[in-house]
């Protein structure tokens, strides 16, 4: 493992194993939904509350991993997994049943990428060959936790974003496939000052344009050498503002741009300015985008995963909201 300043190079190859996504109704039925792996016809997933629910989907998302794979829980190194109920319960509970060393993580809706580095640095330290990585949201929990319960009729923003139901697995380690995980970077923790969170779109743009301004000035590249550079869950408010900030330094991205948060949802679902949620870029990025890469119609992406670091008592105080930005890259290996 090389570490250029807070760019990191996986020295030892780290490829993509396997993945597995499960999604609730609405996503299923949006533009992406043929790329997930399993679809639960309701938010409940036929169990009594939304975090058994949660679980529930999360279960479903390692088992078509590990099945797909061909791997049992004895055959895994460690397991890293981060959601956004208090403490991650949902992960503990799930790692309860896997009889497999257990990394709780948390970066919010950036979790997924924060785990796909962290794993790669157990693989390149030698400490691990196959490692586990989930991430799960679910729209009933979040909206209880930080906001309102989804039974309460409230008027929202045009800013606000609609959390993704959703959950995405991926095994990472040594064994050759076609995707490989060839960079990581670290993101910092950068506070605008907005404390409402219905804004998080403004409030993670900064920390997603200093990452993207960080990679390429460490590594001298443009983002033209990318087919697709992907943030987590900007949605359209904070994906406007993230070009304006990255115009102000001289960079531009176009075409070859998109938020994971605008690629869920259809134009015609009712889901404000877009997906959120640390199940949003995990399910986008392990179902869509690598089938994209598997297709030959992506060779090389740049993932830029964000998150709010707030939480249910300091949306209650009304305090500021920091975000950060982790980055990794994926790339197509062989014809």
Same mark, same amino acid.
């Given at each position: 493992?090389?570490?250029?300043?807070?760019?990191?190079?996986?020295?030892?190859?780290?490829?993509?194993?396997?993945?597995?996504?499960?999604?609730?109704?609405?996503?299923?039925?949006?533009?992406?939904?043929?790329?997930?792996?399993?679809?639960?016809?309701?938010?409940?997933?036929?169990?009594?509350?939304?975090?058994?629910?949660?679980?529930?989907?999360?279960?479903?998302?390692?088992?078509?991993?590990?099945?797909?794979?061909?791997?049992?829980?004895?055959?895994?190194?460690?397991?890293?997994?981060?959601?956004?109920?208090?403490?991650?319960?949902?992960?503990?509970?799930?790692?309860?049943?896997?009889?497999?060393?257990?990394?709780?993580?948390?970066?919010?809706?950036?979790?997924?990428?924060?785990?796909?580095?962290?794993?790669?640095?157990?693989?390149?330290?030698?400490?691990?060959?196959?490692?586990?990585?989930?991430?799960?949201?679910?729209?009933?929990?979040?909206?209880?936790?930080?906001?309102?319960?989804?039974?309460?009729?409230?008027?929202?923003?045009?800013?606000?974003?609609?959390?993704?139901?959703?959950?995405?697995?991926?095994?990472?380690?040594?064994?050759?496939?076609?995707?490989?995980?060839?960079?990581?970077?670290?993101?910092?923790?950068?506070?605008?000052?907005?404390?409402?969170?219905?804004?998080?779109?403004?409030?993670?743009?900064?920390?997603?344009?200093?990452?993207?301004?960080?990679?390429?000035?460490?590594?001298e590249q443009k983002p033209s050498d990318f087919d697709l550079i992907l943030t987590g869950d900007l949605a359209r408010s904070g994906s406007e503002i993230f070009k304006?900030?990255?115009?102000?330094?001289?960079?531009?991205?176009?075409?070859?741009?998109?938020?994971?948060?605008?690629?869920?949802?259809?134009?015609?679902?009712? %889901? !404000?300015?877009?997906?959120? &949620? =640390?199940?949003?870029? $995990?399910?986008? +990025?392990?179902? /869509?985008?690598?089938?994209?890469?598997?297709?030959?119609?992506?060779?090389? %992406? !740049?993932?830029?995963?964000? &998150? =709010?670091?707030?939480? $249910?008592?300091? +949306?209650?105080? /009304?305090?500021?909201?920091?975000?950060?930005?982790?980055?990794?890259?994926?790339?197509?290996?062989?014809?």
């Open positions: 493992m090389v570490n250029k300043k807070r760019v990191i190079q996986f020295k030892t190859p780290v490829y993509v194993e396997e993945r597995g996504t499960a999604v609730g109704p609405k996503e299923g039925s949006g533009p992406l939904g043929h790329g997930f792996d399993y679809v639960f016809p309701s938010l409940l997933c036929g169990e009594k509350d939304w975090q058994t629910a949660e679980k529930k989907m999360t279960e479903k998302a390692i088992t078509y991993c590990l099945h797909k794979q061909r791997l049992k829980d004895n055959h895994l190194d460690l397991f890293i997994a981060g959601d956004l109920t208090n403490q991650s319960t949902v992960s503990s509970q799930i790692a309860r049943n896997l009889h497999v060393p257990f990394i709780g993580s948390y970066s919010a809706c950036a979790t997924a990428i924060e785990n796909c580095i962290v794993a790669g640095m157990w693989i390149n330290g030698g400490g691990a060959r196959h490692v586990l990585c989930a991430s799960s949201s679910h729209i009933g929990g979040c909206e209880k936790q930080f906001r309102f319960p989804i039974e309460f009729a409230q008027q929202k923003p045009d800013t606000a974003q609609t959390t993704v139901t959703g959950a995405g697995a991926i095994i990472l380690g040594r064994h050759q496939s076609m995707i490989q995980m060839t960079e990581g970077l670290l993101g910092k923790v950068i506070d605008l000052g907005i404390n409402n969170p219905y804004e998080l779109g403004a409030a993670m743009a900064p920390a997603a344009a200093d990452t993207l301004l960080t990679y390429l000035q460490e590594t304006k900030l990255l115009r102000e330094h001289g960079v531009i991205v176009s075409e070859n741009y998109d938020d994971c948060g605008v690629m869920m949802y259809g134009t015609n679902q009712q %889901v !404000l300015a877009g997906g959120s &949620g =640390a199940g949003c870029c $995990a399910t986008v +990025v392990f179902g /869509h985008i690598f089938n994209e890469i598997l297709a030959n119609r992506l060779k090389r %992406v !740049l993932v830029i995963a964000t &998150g =709010a670091l707030h939480s $249910a008592n300091t +949306v209650q105080q /009304h305090k500021t909201i920091p975000c950060i930005a982790h980055a990794v890259v994926f790339e197509r290996r062989g014809n």
